[in-house]
């Protein structure tokens, strides 16, 4: 059985494969999304949504920044503003001894030519979060940073690239992929799907799609837990990190408070199942109270852990695979990918369409996790 | 809306919104707050509308209230105590310090 | 982790209580916790106050009964904890608790959930207005409060409890200005197969229903076959409009309504756990998939009770019982045959327990609106969701619930989804053409019980309590 004729087959229904496939289409090729679950299942689904490009990765600035402006015009991309406001991410130093950290990473950027990030004193910080505990000490500052709405995220994203052309398959999970002549035939259980171009881009689950195709990167998984607190007047407005502790600290449109940071639960890939543990959850909790005191009497409401994909560098694979001609690798954003989601698609669109790209991924090579396989 | 079928077997006294009314020691707040009127326990946070404990066994947080200081109590699961103080809550609870 | 109790009971209602009794006398070390500040669950609150007042003689014997149970249980020796949430399980099995502001976990050699049941998600429009509660709710308030409307109160609803509450409260000296039978008069012919087994399993309590009905009729405005209503007003009910299976229909006042359409295990502890669940159809709920002792899929977690399936407070101390028995042979207390000659008798009495069951549940199985409620009502209380929202993700292509939560929101709210769980996969099973075992229930997120940032603070390794 073989469907439409596809130019390009992309297996992954999160929000970096529904950019991708709008891109792609706006560019007039003929996409189809393979999703095993349905659309925003995992990641993209459990994701905090910031719009970060504070203390990124040195190799991830470049296309975080242009992702920024994209951000910046979301409206005019997908149809809706993505529920996305840049009220800035602060990164704060609890203690005195921190500051040198952020001073640090602060000569850093600006050595790299960036100078986005700013490093505020204690009044300024607490002017921006009157909310915070006045123990602090300093903070570096994003200002044009921020976070958007990740529900409202994906059914821009879903509703544009359905409208561009893109047809997504839902409960569809790729079995096997083999050459056909010069195309490759994805097969999800009794379903094929047949197309010259193919796009991995399946999360926690990547490495099992290369695998299929021969490449065998090393490929780890997170399962970064999250709480999410009762509706609340509003209290802050930047997303609050932390020097040394493992904390990020947002409000929603909601009111809703949504705290993360990166502490990691317990997944079970092949299960598609994922456990917090409170244990460890308790440590944000106690950061929480610490920085913002008047929040110990509100009820969480729910916690999760998002399963994603996460390298041993923790930046992403982008790029073409290094066997398989016509197949092409994005995954393993380790965390921190939501903010890249507008300018990953068009990169896949122009590796697909052009044959290259002059954003800068060199750094996000499958080889560079080869190699290092092969040296240890 | 509701009354008691026999006179308050130890009496206290807590403020509901600040007006002091007769309790029994150990009946719910919720069951206190059915006894005034108008009837509601505090406005939903989206709509704003006024909502009145619902199913008084910790299931609906329709009675949700604030009971001395602390926002989003279970009304319905809280006995009182005398000199309680209940608010009423009104939509979001704040936490701006 | 070791020093913990041989058995967590969750619950100090029929079940638990008769657990605790048991597992004590076979020599294990009990802890049971639970939400109230006094035992008895829903069935028996208040009971150990109220058995020596006016109010025990309005509410009845089935009530009073629980006073016995009450004492056996206080003198069993089991440990006791008032006033604690269990917000979170694991295998191990681990319970979280939650008590006086502070969180903490128990590592139990088994945990029994005895957590009852819930009343049914009965969605209508203005269901959300105040005056509108639960007859479960109006008779809480009796028990516990020893308090009754002060005015003329409509009841709408089915099953035993909306009769039994309108009997007590004209006793208490309450009155009723009308009673909407929502039962469809199509469950006469199901139940009537069942008529005969439930008269000779429990004579007694079928002649005591049929009293209580013919009762009713005689004193209040009773009106059958009722399809379909709906509250009106504007910060409280002001009027209530009903609607009967032959099209009548009418618009009366009203300031007081309570509604009631038969109740559903809890199973919000035993999805998060990760439990298997059954589909049971007769009573249109699921329930945790157990085995003949109350065992669920998750080894040494015991489910007892309305929780395990509705079968009322005689059946759930049995079930209660049954279960505790099977924990002490597993800690070794008795032998197998020990155990099957115990556990015999205790069978026969659930048996018993059981007989007017089938009978019940055809003859109150509820009208179809009570699953798929029409567009206009408010399905997610919390967060105000609408059917007709609901519909339309159904319509965008979106047919699971956790998508449709995420999308709407509807059962992100405080309340998890225990009053729009239900009614959102009944109502993408009706637009789909599918039925509601295959859509599912939203994914219960932890904690399945409210838990504040700083109790969840104060949780740490060192808190693990033996």
């Given at each position: 059985m073989s469907?439409?004729?596809?130019?390009?087959?992309?297996?992954?229904?999160?929000?970096?494969?529904?950019?991708?496939?709008?891109?792609?289409?706006?560019?007039?090729?003929?996409v189809a999304i393979l999703e095993k679950s349905w659309v925003g299942r995992h990641a993209s689904g459990a994701s905090a949504a910031g719009v970060r490009t504070l203390n990124r990765a040195l190799e991830e600035l470049p296309i975080s920044l242009e992702a920024m402006d994209m951000w910046r015009n979301i409206e005019t991309i997908v149809g809706d503003g993505c529920g996305f406001h840049s009220h800035g991410q602060v990164m704060v130093a609890e203690k005195r001894s921190d500051v040198p950290v952020l001073e640090k990473r602060l000569a850093k950027t600006r050595n790299a030519g960036c100078g986005h990030e700013e490093l505020i004193d204690r009044d300024e910080l607490l002017r921006l979060v009157p909310a915070l505990s006045p123990y602090c000490a300093a903070a570096l500052i994003v200002r044009t940073d921020g976070a958007a709405d990740p529900h409202r995220t994906l059914r821009a994203f879903r509703r544009s690239a359905e409208a561009a052309g893109v047809t997504i398959h839902e409960g569809c999970g790729v079995t096997a992929i083999d050459p056909l002549g010069s195309d490759w035939r994805v097969r999800a259980g009794e379903r094929e799907f047949v197309a010259p171009t193919v796009v991995n881009m399946a999360g926690a689950w990547a490495k099992t799609i290369a695998a299929m195709v021969g490449d065998d990167i090393p490929l780890g998984h997170k399962a970064s837990m999250m709480i999410v607190t009762e509706r609340v007047a509003p209290l802050l407005k930047p997303v609050v990190s932390l020097v040394g502790r493992p904390l990020s600290f947002k409000q929603t449109d909601q009111g809703t408070l949504v705290i993360g940071g990166g502490l990691q639960g317990r997944a079970d890939i092949e299960a598609e199942q994922s456990f917090v543990d409170f244990m460890e959850l308790s440590r944000s909790a106690r950061a929480v109270i610490d920085l913002f005191p008047t929040t110990g009497s509100l009820r969480i409401v729910r916690t999760w852990a998002g399963m994603e994909a996460k390298t041993s560098d923790l930046l992403p694979v982008i790029g073409p695979s290094p066997r398989a001609a016509g197949v092409f690798h994005a995954f393993g954003f380790s965390g921190h990918g939501f903010q890249l989601v507008p300018i990953v698609g068009a990169i896949m669109a122009d590796l697909i369409i052009a044959g290259g790209t002059r954003k800068q991924i060199a750094s996000f090579t499958a080889e560079r996790l080869m190699q290092r396989q092969a040296v240890a | 809306m509701f009354r008691k079928l026999q006179s308050l077997d130890e009496e206290v006294t807590v403020y509901v919104d600040g007006v002091a009314v007769p309790a029994e020691a150990n009946e719910s707040v919720a069951a206190v707050l059915l006894r005034q009127s108008p009837v509601w326990a505090r406005t939903a946070p989206v709509s704003c509308s006024r909502r009145a404990p619902y199913c008084m066994m910790g299931v609906c947080f329709d009675c949700l209230a604030t009971v001395d200081g602390i926002a989003s109590t279970q009304t319905c699961l809280t006995p009182v105590r005398d000199g309680m103080l209940v608010l009423r809550q009104k939509g979001r609870r704040s936490v701006r310090p | 982790m070791t020093g913990g109790p041989d058995l967590l009971i969750v619950g100090a209602g029929p079940a638990g209580m008769s657990a605790a009794v048991v597992a004590r006398r076979h020599g294990l070390d009990v802890l049971v916790v639970d939400e109230q500040s006094a035992p008895g669950g829903q069935i028996w609150r208040n009971i150990e106050t109220a058995a020596d007042t006016s109010r025990a003689g309005i509410l009845g014997k089935a009530y009073s009964d629980g006073a016995d149970v009450v004492r056996r249980f206080r003198a069993s020796g089991a440990g006791y904890l008032p006033g604690a949430r269990v917000w979170h399980l694991e295998p191990g099995p681990r319970a979280f608790i939650a008590q006086n502001g502070v969180a903490r976990c128990i590592d139990a050699n088994a945990i029994l959930l005895a957590t009852g049941a819930q009343e049914r998600p009965l969605p209508f429009p203005g269901w959300t207005l105040p005056g509108v509660m639960t007859v479960g709710a109006a008779q809480i308030l009796l028990k516990s409060s020893g308090q009754i409307p002060d005015e003329p109160v409509w009841i709408a609803g089915t099953g035993p409890l909306s009769l039994l509450y309108?009997?007590?409260?004209?006793?208490?000296?309450?009155?009723?200005?009308?009673?909407?039978?929502?039962?469809?008069?199509?469950?006469?012919?199901?139940?009537?197969?069942?008529?005969?087994?439930?008269?000779?399993?429990?004579?007694?309590?079928?002649?005591?229903?049929?009293?209580?009905?013919?009762?009713?009729?005689?004193?209040?405005?009773?009106?059958?076959?009722?399809?379909?209503?709906?509250?009106?007003?504007?910060?409280?009910?002001?009027?209530?409009?009903?609607?009967?299976?032959?099209?009548?229909?009418?618009?009366?006042?009203?300031?007081?309504?309570?509604?009631?359409?038969?109740?559903?295990?809890?199973?919000?502890?035993?999805?998060?756990?990760?439990?298997?669940?059954?589909?049971?159809?007769?009573?249109?709920?699921?329930?945790?998939?157990?085995?003949?002792w109350g065992e669920t899929s998750v080894s040494d977690v015991f489910v007892a009770g309305d929780g395990a399936r509705i079968g009322g407070a005689q059946a759930a101390c049995h079930l209660g019982e049954l279960a505790a028995l099977r924990v002490a042979a597993k800690a070794g207390r008795l032998s197998r045959a020990q155990l099957a000659a115990v556990a015999a008798p205790v069978r026969k009495r659930l048996k018993a327990a059981l007989a007017i069951r089938p009978f019940l549940d055809r003859l109150y199985r509820p009208r179809s609106a009570v699953f798929v409620p029409p567009e206009a009502t408010l399905v997610c209380r919390c967060e105000e969701v609408s059917a007709a929202r609901i519909l339309e993700q159904a319509a965008a292509g979106r047919p699971d619930p956790n998508q449709v939560k995420a999308f709407t929101r509807a059962g992100m709210g405080p309340c998890q989804g225990r009053q729009c769980s239900y009614t959102v996969a009944s109502l993408l099973a009706a637009k789909e053409g599918r039925t509601v075992p295959d859509v599912g229930l939203y994914r219960v997120r932890p904690p399945f019980k409210p838990i504040t940032l700083a109790e969840l603070a104060a949780l740490d390794a060192g808190a693990v309590i033996p």
């Open positions: 469907g439409p004729v596809l130019d390009t087959i992309i297996i992954g229904g999160g929000l970096m494969g529904l950019s991708a496939g709008l891109h792609l289409a706006r560019s007039g090729k003929r | - | 309108a009997i007590q409260l004209l006793k208490a000296g309450g009155r009723i200005a009308g009673f909407l039978d929502t039962a469809p008069s199509a469950n006469l012919a199901g139940a009537f197969r069942e008529l005969a087994g439930a008269f000779l399993g429990a004579p007694g309590d079928m002649l005591k229903g049929f009293g209580w009905l013919m009762a009713l009729r005689r004193q209040v405005r009773f009106i059958g076959n009722v399809k379909e209503i709906e509250a009106i007003g504007n910060e409280a009910l002001e009027r209530l409009r009903y609607i009967t299976a032959n099209g009548r229909s009418a618009t009366v006042d009203a300031r007081l309504l309570f509604v009631h359409e038969g109740i559903v295990p809890t199973i919000h502890p035993t999805l998060a756990l990760g439990c298997k669940h059954i589909w049971n159809a007769a009573q249109d709920s699921f329930a945790p998939d157990l085995d003949t």
